[in-house]
T-cell receptor, first 115, second 108 residues
Framework: DTEVTQTPKHLVMGMTNKKSLKCEQH?????MYWYKQKAKKPPELMFVYSYEKLSINESVPSRFSPECPNSSLLNLHLHALQPEDSALYLC??????????????FGQGTRLTVV | LAKTTQPISMDSYEGQEVNITCSHNNIATNDYITWYQQFPSQGPRFIIQGYKTKVTNEVASLFIPADRKSSTLSLPRVSLSDTAVYYC?????????FGTGTKLQVIP
């Protein structure tokens, strides 16, 4: 199984809502990532988890809250988002012992629209 | 992190070989160079990775000169389904930071 599964595929939420994005992989990867991608732009790194611990936070606003409950799951909790947060949110995973000197597997993304 | 420079876009006819060059002047000694392909509204997909000289797999070749300050992705005999954005990533530990990428348009 070389898949990274993201749910939901599409999400529409109001600015006062709380929602969560989910990501799952069963490749035994111990590094997991969240990226945000706006239309016609490259993916931007948000967070990196290494062995279930947050290792990189790219100065992301606190309305985005990541969580890694176990080695296979990665969540992104959303609260009080703004319309400009509308984007494709991508999850990825890779082998931790080689860092990114190896292939990273990406999910298909969650298309988020904030209204 | 190594900053990358790639052409913003390229056009090619079906059946042609396409070469996309990426410059990464300040690549670190331990960095590998990885290329990803991305179709609209999908996650990026790994194509190929190398450290130096030449690497070839079933879909592409990667040429890296001795100074490693650039790399060239070669796609043999492209088809319409190769229309996508191609990203070059000189990778460090944990961080995979994407540059602007090259939008390849394959023309019938």
């Amino acid at each position: 199984d070389t898949e990274v599964t993201q749910t939901p595929k599409h999400l529409v939420m109001g600015m006062t809502n709380k929602k969560s994005l989910k990501c799952e992989q069963h490749m035994g990867h111990r590094a997991m990532y969240w990226y945000k991608q706006k239309a016609k732009k490259p993916p931007e790194l948000m967070f990196v988890y290494s062995y279930e611990k947050l290792s990189i936070n790219e100065s992301v606003p606190s309305r985005f809250s990541p969580e890694c409950p176990n080695s296979s799951l990665l969540n992104l909790h959303l609260h009080a988002l703004q319309p400009e947060d509308s984007a494709l949110y991508l999850c990825a995973s890779s082998q931790e012992d080689r860092g990114l000197n190896t292939e990273a597997f990406f999910g298909q993304g969650t298309r988020l629209t904030v209204v | 992190l190594a900053k990358t420079t790639q052409p913003i876009s390229m056009d090619s006819y079906e059946g042609q070989e396409v070469n996309i060059t990426c410059s990464h002047n300040n690549i670190a000694t331990n960095d590998y160079i990885t290329w990803y392909q991305q179709f609209p509204s999908q996650g990026p997909r790994f194509i190929i990775q190398g450290y130096k000289t030449k690497v070839t797999n079933e879909v592409a070749s990667l040429f890296i000169p001795a100074d490693r300050k650039s790399s060239t992705l070669s796609l043999p005999r492209v088809s319409l389904s190769d229309t996508a954005v191609y990203y070059c990533l000189p990778g460090g530990y944990q961080k995979v930071t994407f540059g602007t990428g090259t939008k390849l348009q394959v023309i019938p």
